[in-house]
């Protein structure tokens, strides 16, 4: 058998990248540390003797999940110190693809990276617990328990209801208009009593440094805000919710993704901060 060259090498990998940089997105909720982390992950394939691997999916999952472990001890020192609400780095798209929707990223973000690599691995990529086991360093009976632990955790915020395409983004468009326009009272009908605002600015741009709970806290602090000021670039689903991206006053970027219940705004999560909003550009 011929020997591998470095091409066949970089052409095994590469239709194997998005399946790796979709785990590393889910476990870190940054798009560019996911795929720093993916690149590192190409780098040791390159260097590695590939001949004894029979399944690269399955080894390179392995690899980009203990990169991703260690990396969130890092991450976790950075929110810890984080000015404001952490939201995860928006990744928008035409159409409601996401297996894992931002409420449950959120949900995800209190969970042990242990727990959190399990429940993933299992629950949303279908890995065997053996597969599992042998990536996190626990034995099989401990996943099973990890992943049932944050089954628990994460139960409510994956119980949504699937929200029709057109009627998600009608949503979306008739929020965008009435924000916009000064229109309280239509505003008002779109939203749910106890809907709550997340808004991360990360100290670099303005931002509530709390969540905004209530229909009438949330109108409050609209009537201070400036009107018709932002531009939508394209609506569409931000990390699996209706919403849209805009571009605002300051020259700057952002994203508005819409929790929908009962055919109401439950919750909306707008991402400011600059440096999560590059790779839209």
Known sequence: MAEETSDDAAASFAPLRPTLQRVAYR?????????????????????IDRGPIREPVAFLRRVVTRLCLDELKTARRRRESYVGPWLPEPVVEEEDEEDVTLPLMLALER????????????????????????????????????????????????????????????????????????????????????????????GKR???????????AFLRLYERLPLGASKPIRFGFVNGLPGFVTLEPDGEMQ????????????????VRNPDKLRHLH
């Open 27 to 47: 476990m870190l909720g940054s798009v560019a540390d996911a795929e720093d982390v993916v690149q590192d992950a190409f780098l040791a394939w390159m260097q």
């Open 255 to 270: 994203t508005t993704a819409l929790e929908i219940e009962d055919g109401k705004i439950a919750a909306i999560y707008v």
């Open 206 to 216: 303005p931002a509530a440094l709390r969540p905004i709970l209530g229909i009438e």
């Open 111 to 202: 969970l042990t990276p242990l727990k959190r690599a399990a429940f993933l691995l299992h629950d949303v990529f279908g890995v065997k617990f053996d597969e599992v086991a042998s990536t996190i360093g626990r034995d099989v009976a401990a996943c099973r328990q990890l992943a049932a632990r944050a089954r628990g955790h994460v139960r409510q915020a994956r119980a949504r209801f699937k929200v029709e395409k057109r009627q998600g983004l009608a949503l979306a468009e008739a929020f965008f208009a009435a924000s916009r326009s000064g229109d309280t009272t239509a505003l008002k009908a779109l939203l749910a009593d106890d809907v709550s605002l997340h808004t991360d600015g990360g």
